[in-house]
Each structure stands twice: as structure tokens, then as C-alpha cells.
């Protein structure tokens, strides 16, 4: 099901949607009825030879209104790919483009760079340039989790992933080696960067009878499920995560659920209140050998 939707949200936006003037001429339309078209507001002119349909995706709009392609984060994430920053919109603006129009607005970032594809696409960049973008657009530990989110839907796979890394700086490569599809959320990947940190064993994705599948498990024992809104919002769902606790602690497992948020942008504090869950643990079968 996430192949089908995310094969259907990349086909619907590399679809064409800006039209040149030749384009609509070949289509059959004429020079008047181009004009008429665009003065009746059926028709928009979004610059020089670059005509769309009213219900063109706004963002896409603004980019090649701008003067350039829909880019980086804000393609990455118009395709189902996680990233942890999408608040501004990103645009391409390639090095030979005149006639520059500001943006709308002051947050947008313009993207410039010789080594971006030409393409034939006249409203968005290539995925592979996406994702040099926005590799270099985020801090590391965003980049994995966008890279995770890449594989696990299948829209890189680790091959192609080395060849575009061989295209970025020398000191991004070590972020190649902690991607791990298996994360099937950004804030799984956050969680296996916290649990890396504290040096602890863990596994991820574990099927346990009667229970299902969860998250992690760390040190054999406990249990983290990566909350968040999207897929754990409802009575419903409470319900059956509770049920899952509970036979769970049936078969000797301990369950927390951080929240999505904290793991995102306040990992110190679920780094430590994992590290101090551990250690509570730990100390009553300390106490149970020494007696």
C-alpha cells in the first residue's frame, strides 16, 4: 500500500502541469485562444512562456513563478518522504536564470547549483538533485532520517544512495553508514541515533508472538514504541496499544512510549530518561544477586 501511494504522489507531481506556448499551440489551442484563456482566469501566466491550470499546487506555482523548479525538502516531503523542517519552501534556480522575481515570502530558500540535472521537467528538479539538496540542507542527524525514509520507501535504494554520496562533500559521507531503511518514521530513526549514543543493544522492527510488532527492543527486555499523532491518535488505538502493553508484560517485557515531539527536537531529555529507565531496572536485579 505505501509502494502504490508513494508510485501515485511522484506521478502526479512529475506529471506535466506548466505548459510552454508551443506546448498549448501543439495541443490545439490558438494564440486568442490563449489569451482569452488567461484573461478569464482559466488559464494562468506564471512568467515568460510558462502557462498552468488554475489548480496547480500552489508551491508550484510560486517556484516557477519565482523563476525556477520546486526543490529539496519541500519536493522530498510533497512525496511522502520524511523531513523534520518543511516550514519554507525550497526552489532550484539554475545559475543561467534571468529575470529572478523575489519570493513571496522572505523564509523561501533559493537553491543554486551547476551540478543539478537539466531534466525535462519545467516545474520540479529531479528526486536524485532533491535529495543532494537535501542532504546538504539539513543537520545530520534530519539527513539519516530522510535517507531511512528514502529506502524504506522504496524510492532509493542503497546503491543509488552510495552514488549520490559520491557527489557530496567528504564530510558528509560517515551519515551513509548509520541510514537504515528499517525505520519506517523519523522518529524511529531519531530513537536508533539516542539508542547508539548510550551503547546499549537493541533491535529493531522484532515480531513478538501474542504482542505483534513493535518498534525496539533493548537489551532483551524492553520495549519502545516511537508515538506519534498520525498513527496512534483515537480511543481505538489506545485501546489496542494497551492490550499489546499488557501481553507484553505477560511474557516479561517493559513497554514506554516516548512521545514523536520529544524524541524530535528534545532527544537529550528521551536519551536520559531512557538511560535512567535502564538503570532502574537494573538495580533491583543487582540487589537480587548480591542477596
Known sequence: MIKNKTAALRSELYAQMVFSRADLLQGGASGHEITRAV?????????????AHPDIDPDVA?????????????????????VLNAACLHIFIAPDTSRIRAPRL?????HWSRRSQRGKSRHVVSLRDAVLQATLCQDPRAAIATLDSLL????ATRTQLIGLFE???????PILSLVDGTAESGPETYMRLILRTLGVRFETQVVIPG????DFVIEGWLIIECDSKEFHEGW??????????IAAAGLGYTTIRPIASDILYDSPSVRQK????????AQPARRRRVA
Do not use: M
Not at 39 to 44: E, K, Y
Open 211 to 214: 504482542v505483534g510488532r513493535v
Open 39 to 51: 484573461n478569464a482566469g482559466l488559464l494562468l501566466r506564471l512568467r515568460r512562456d510558462h502557462y
Open 106 to 110: 522572505r523564509s523561501t530558500v533559493l
Open 167 to 173: 557527489l557530496l562533500p567528504v564530510r558528509l559521507q
Open 152 to 155: 524504506h520507501l522504496r524510492l
Open 274 to 281: 531512557i538511560s535512567d529507565v535502564l538503570e532502574a531496572f
Open 62 to 82: 510560486e517556484a516557477v513563478r519565482v523563476g525556477g523548479r520546486l526543490a529539496c525538502l519541500t519536493l522530498l516531503q510533497k512525496l511522502g518522504v520524511f
Open 236 to 245: 481505538n488505538k489506545q485501546v489496542e496499544d494497551r492490550r499489546r502493553d
